[in-house]
């Protein structure tokens, strides 16, 4: 690996929070990659037809929110870098909340707004990468890409092995990329786009060998004792090495990892970042035009470029919305996008290293996001108590 001393010296000098936010949050974004991946192969952004709907309303709930943060921030050229925070959604506490609706919430409603939100987290990663990066070194980001052909050319080979994959991602990729200047969480999407998708079996062979061994397993007399027998240990082995090869690596791994992301990852970035220090009256925290561009990018900006696209795509017969969701369902999806949260806060981090409009832009986040929930919520929760009054 090609490592200046000057850049290792910066990086040995980095705390923690820095850390967490270089390598915890690289594993959230492979976990976001791996989930793009598998839509984009075999889900809701898998076709046009599916793709259009959820991909347009993330453009606009992208775009409109951007618009009006600058329109807000024009004032002073030092608040403008934080156009891209009103632009991200957190997909894990506006799917969260969601579901806290449980039933009263159409399925096919939830399969839109994380669609919605894996568009938006893959242009949000587009952001960062383009946007917001250090100045590059070219040679360590042609290390790095090296490294990616190197497990791309793995997973043609047909290597299904993740510790292969996670030791040359990170050892290679990962490494090369944070001493390159682009965003170390870009590398966790990319190296997430290289891993195998395939399943060593077909389904039907799967199924006929899974029967079979069941019921040779089940044939089996067991021992006298409570161990089993050598006989059972074998079925048991085939049984598991079976079930290997009909998973895709690349499922097998998304299910393992999102707990960690959820219950671990998330809070931790969270609790490392999410510290406000109030100094002054909160209201002028909150009037700032950095909290207010994102206030009302996240609260009005997402709410209408969701909604607006949404409504002429349907309009020009573009796209039609999910089987029984109704557009003021639509609408209360969009407010729900607004939540920011963790993915704004990390965003934040990234646009601003003057202190005090972090913790201003923290202010206008957290703001934001509970204003958007709420209204989201309320529109949702009258929506089904109008649909049973009419029923």
């Given at each position: 690996?090609?490592?200046s001393?000057?850049a290792?010296?910066?990086?040995k000098?980095?705390?923690?929070?820095?850390?967490i936010?270089?390598?915890?949050?690289?594993?959230?974004f492979?976990?976001i990659?791996?989930?793009?991946k598998?839509?984009?192969?075999?889900?809701e952004?898998?076709?046009?037809?599916k793709?259009?709907?959820?991909?347009?309303?993330?453009?606009?709930?992208?775009?409109?929110?951007?618009?009006?943060?600058?329109?807000v921030a024009?004032?002073n050229?030092?608040?403008?870098?934080g156009?891209g925070?009103?632009m991200?959604t957190d997909i894990?506490?506006?799917l969260?909340?969601?579901?806290?609706l449980?039933?009263k919430?159409?399925?096919?409603?939830?399969?839109?707004?994380?669609?919605?939100?894996?568009?938006?987290?893959?242009?949000?990663?587009m952001?960062?990468?383009i946007?917001?990066?250090?100045p590059?070194d070219?040679?360590?980001l042609?290390?790095?890409?090296?490294?990616?052909?190197?497990?791309l050319g793995?997973?043609w080979?047909?290597?299904r092995?993740?510790?292969?994959y996670?030791?040359?991602?990170?050892?290679?990729?990962?490494?090369?990329?944070v001493?390159?200047?682009?965003h170390?969480?870009?590398?966790?999407?990319?190296?997430?786009f290289?891993?195998p998708a395939?399943t060593?079996?077909s389904?039907?062979?799967y199924?006929?060998?899974?029967?079979?061994l069941?019921?040779?397993?089940?044939?089996?007399?067991?021992?006298?004792?409570?161990?089993?027998?050598?006989k059972?240990v074998?079925?048991?082995?085939?049984?598991?090495?079976?079930?290997?090869?009909?998973?895709?690596?690349?499922?097998?791994l998304?299910?393992a990892?999102?707990?960690v992301?959820?219950?671990?990852?998330?809070?931790?970035f969270a609790?490392?970042?999410a510290g406000?220090?109030?100094?002054g009256?909160?209201?002028?925290?909150?009037?700032?035009?950095i909290?207010?561009?994102?206030?009302?990018?996240l609260?009005?900006?997402?709410?209408?470029?969701?909604?607006?696209?949404?409504?002429l795509?349907?309009?020009?017969?573009l796209?039609?919305l999910?089987?029984?969701?109704?557009?003021?369902?639509?609408?209360?999806?969009?407010?729900?996008?607004?939540?920011?949260?963790?993915?704004?806060?990390?965003?934040?981090?990234?646009?601003?290293?003057?202190e005090?409009f972090?913790?201003?832009?923290?202010?206008g986040?957290?703001?934001?996001?509970?204003?958007s929930?709420?209204?989201?919520m309320?529109?949702?929760?009258?929506?089904?108590?109008?649909?049973k009054?009419e029923s």
């Amino acid at each position: 690996l090609t490592q200046s001393s000057a850049a290792s010296d910066v990086y040995k000098r980095q705390s923690i929070h820095h850390w967490i936010n270089d390598g915890l949050m690289a594993v959230f974004f492979f976990t976001i990659g791996l989930e793009i991946k598998r839509e984009i192969m075999d889900g809701e952004l898998s076709s046009m037809k599916k793709a259009s709907l959820p991909i347009a309303a993330a453009v606009g709930g992208m775009v409109v929110p951007a618009v009006l943060y600058t329109v807000v921030a024009a004032k002073n050229p030092d608040f403008m870098n934080g156009w891209g925070i009103p632009m991200a959604t957190d997909i894990a506490f506006a799917l969260g909340l969601l579901a806290m609706l449980g039933k009263k919430v159409n399925v096919n409603l939830k399969v839109f707004l994380l669609a919605l939100a894996i568009a938006d987290d893959l242009g949000a990663v587009m952001v960062i990468a383009i946007f917001y990066t250090e100045p590059i070194d070219y040679i360590e980001l042609l290390n790095g890409g090296l490294f990616l052909l190197v497990l791309l050319g793995a997973n043609w080979l047909g290597v299904r092995r993740t510790l292969f994959y996670g030791l040359v991602g990170f050892l290679g990729v990962w490494i090369e990329f944070v001493y390159s200047g682009v965003h170390a969480t870009i590398a966790g999407v990319l190296i997430a786009f290289t891993m195998p998708a395939r399943t060593k079996i077909s389904r039907k062979e799967y199924i006929d060998k899974i029967c079979q061994l069941t019921s040779e397993l089940g044939d089996e007399q067991s021992s006298q004792g409570k161990l089993l027998t050598k006989k059972q240990v074998e079925k048991l082995a085939a049984i598991e090495d079976l079930n290997y090869k009909a998973h895709t690596p690349l499922q097998q791994l998304e299910h393992a990892l999102h707990p960690v992301t959820t219950y671990f990852i998330l809070p931790i970035f969270a609790l490392s970042n999410a510290g406000i220090r109030i100094e002054g009256r909160i209201m002028d925290m909150i009037l700032h035009p950095i909290s207010l561009g994102i206030i009302i990018g996240l609260v009005l900006g997402k709410s209408l470029g969701i909604s607006l696209i949404s409504k002429l795509m349907v309009r020009m017969k573009l796209a039609s919305l999910p089987e029984n969701v109704s557009f003021r369902q639509v609408i209360g999806v969009s407010f729900m996008a607004g939540i920011g949260f963790t993915m704004s806060i990390f965003i934040a981090e990234l646009a601003f290293s003057d202190e005090e409009f972090n913790q201003i832009a923290k202010v206008g986040i957290f703001v934001a996001s509970i204003l958007s929930a709420v209204i989201g919520m309320v529109i949702l929760s009258s929506e089904k108590r109008k649909e049973k009054r009419e029923s």
